[in-house]
């Protein structure tokens, strides 16, 4: 019923300005809270932003005020504008949903869907 997938992964020069997207398939945009992810090789998966069903927001210290996550419900779409890019934002993003406040779902606790991902690689 439930599935997510990500879209907008791309080759970007440093400094640039990436927009991805999740496309949310099953009726959860209402129940349901939404998170952005990223993973390199090597690397634990990291929580970089996420919204939950009351639309609070969380963001990870790392990508505070360059990235901006939103959604619309009617489209049943999670967005992640990512700006001011650099090579440590390089990485496999993927989107998630799950319940709980975004401060949980940020940490990965609560997780139930994911996507696979879409890859991100900015140039020098």
């Known amino acids: 019923q439930v599935q997510l997938v990500e879209s907008g992964g791309d080759s970007v020069e440093a400094g640039g300005s990436l927009r991805l997207s999740c496309a949310i398939s099953?009726?959860?945009?209402?129940?349901?809270?939404l998170a952005w992810f990223r993973q390199v090789p090597g690397k634990e998966r990291e929580g970089i932003a996420a919204?939950?069903?009351?639309?609070?927001?969380s963001y990870a210290d790392s990508v505070k005020d360059r990235f901006t996550i939103s959604k619309d419900n009617t489209k049943k779409i999670l967005d992640l504008q990512m700006n001011s890019l650099n090579v440590a934002d390089t990485a496999t993003y993927y989107c998630?949903?799950?319940?709980?406040?975004?401060?949980?779902?940020?940490?990965?606790?609560?997780?139930?869907?994911w996507g696979k991902g879409t890859l991100v690689t900015i140039l020098s």
């Open positions: 998630a949903a799950g319940w709980g406040s975004s401060w949980y779902l940020l940490r990965g606790h609560r997780i139930e869907h």
């Open positions: 099953g009726d959860i945009m209402n129940t349901k809270g």
């Open positions: 919204i939950d069903v009351d639309g609070r927001i």
